[in-house]
Every structure is written in structure tokens, then in C-alpha cells.
DNA sequence: CTATGTCTTACTGTAAAAGGTAAGATGGCT
DNA sequence: AGCCATCTTACCTTTTACAGTAAGACATAG
């Protein structure tokens, strides 16, 4: 299963808005009305396996009326309690 | 200058990705070799001319060591505090 | 003035996002 | 079974992100 952080992002991302989207009543027809996203499109995103521009989650937000933020919180488990701070990861000195 | 507000969010987040990587004495070539995107595009990110992927914003916030969200918080002003709530603003029934 | 470091810009090629349309699921409901 | 709403997937076209490279700006040294 391991799915990479990137393919999760994407799903988390794409359920927070399909999770948004229903909560609102909203189908992808009347979403893709609100944000000029076409619905197709709008279904690859929600569904993870779209990798959307910035612009483009900017206006999906904005059509669900929720900050940009609340899509992308706790993006890949990058938050700073779920890091060890200690084991520094890679050092730039190996790339110099 | 009307500056519109998807211009302003690409802006904003690219100030703050240059801020992040300053504070942490980096040049482009060094984060483009800790994220795999080249310096170019890099710049064009930083600079806001350039519109990227959210696995792209993913990658330079892993490198920078903060959450996605930092990059992204405050989007284009769609703050709750900062919406009437009580204007609906667009209505569905214009679309269908 | 001549480097040196850093960033920017222009160009080429490839890959992928996004629109449009149409055709498949999928599920509910009578 | 049929219909209907909703979502998914496939195809095609246009646009754009991204890599790579090279060339330009633009300081700050020395």
C-alpha cells in the first residue's frame, strides 16, 4: 500500500473538498458553475488523482467559501509535533 | 494596480517562500538541489509568476521544514472574519 | 575594471493540468 | 426491468508547469 506523501496529499486534499462540497449540498455541476472548473476536472481533483494548481484550489475554496488553509492543513504529516527536530534529515553539505 | 486576486495569492506565497528560505541562509541553487526544482523555477515561483502544482508547494515546504499551510495561510483574503456572512455573495439559482 | 555570487529571463523540449465533449459506471427509485 | 441523477473515465486540444541550459542583470567585492 505505501502510498507516497505525495499521492496522500492529493487524497487528503481531494476528500477535504468532496467532504466540503457535500456538507454544502453542492454537486460537481453547480461546484464546477462556482469555480469555472469543469466538472471533470473537479472529479480528478477530488478523487486524488489530479494535481492541481495553487490557483485552481484557491478558486475551489473560494467557491466553498472556506480559507485556502483549511484544505491543506496537515499536508503531508509535515506538522512540527510529528517531526523528531532531531534527526535533521538531509544536510546540505551533501549537495555543496 | 488593481492588482486581481489570484496574481495576489501567487505574490503572497512566493514572499513567503523567500522569506522562509533567507531566514535559513539559502540560496536557490541550494533549495532547488533540496526540493528537485530547478533554480529557475524557483524563481519564478518566488516571484509569483509562476502558478504551481500543490505537490510542487509540498516539496519546498518539506525542504524549508515548515507545513504546507504556512505557505498558504491568509490565501486572498478569504479569512472568515473578513466575509460579511450575511452576504451570500452568489447564489446558486443563477447558475442552474 | 574585473571577477564572483545570486538571482532573473529567455529559450527548447516534455509532461501534465484544464476545458470540452461524450461515453461509461454507479446507485437510487418507481 | 426502466429512468434519473451523479460521478467517473476516456479522448482531444490548448495552455502551462517544469527541467535544462545559457545568457543577462545586478550587486559586492577585490
Known amino acids: 500500500m505505501t502510498t507516497d506523501p505525495e499521492t496522500h496529499l492529493l487524497t487528503?486534499?481531494?476528500?477535504?473538498?468532496r467532504a466540503r462540497r457535500a456538507g454544502?449540498?453542492?454537486?460537481?455541476?453547480?461546484?464546477?458553475?462556482?469555480?469555472?472548473?469543469?466538472?471533470?476536472?473537479?472529479?480528478?481533483?477530488?478523487?486524488?488523482?489530479?494535481d492541481a494548481r495553487l490557483t485552481t484550489l484557491a478558486r475551489i475554496a473560494s467557491a466553498?467559501?472556506?480559507?485556502?488553509?483549511?484544505?491543506?492543513?496537515?499536508?503531508?504529516g509535515q506538522r512540527d509535533a510529528e517531526r523528531p527536530a532531531s534527526a535533521e534529515?538531509?544536510?546540505?553539505k551533501d549537495y555543496q
Chains 1, 2 share one sequence.
Not at 487528503?12 to 473538498?17: A, F, L, M, P, T
Not at 466538472?39 to 480528478?44: F, K, Q
Not at 534529515?89 to 546540505?92: E, H, K, P, V
Open 64 to 76: 466553498l467559501r472556506i480559507p485556502l488553509e483549511a484544505l491543506v492543513v496537515d499536508g503531508a
Open 12 to 17: 487528503q486534499v481531494g476528500q477535504r473538498i
Open 89 to 92: 534529515g538531509y544536510d546540505l
Open 24 to 50: 454544502q449540498g453542492l454537486n460537481l455541476d453547480q461546484l464546477a458553475r462556482l469555480t469555472g472548473i469543469s466538472g471533470p476536472a473537479l472529479s480528478l481533483i477530488e478523487t486524488g488523482k489530479r
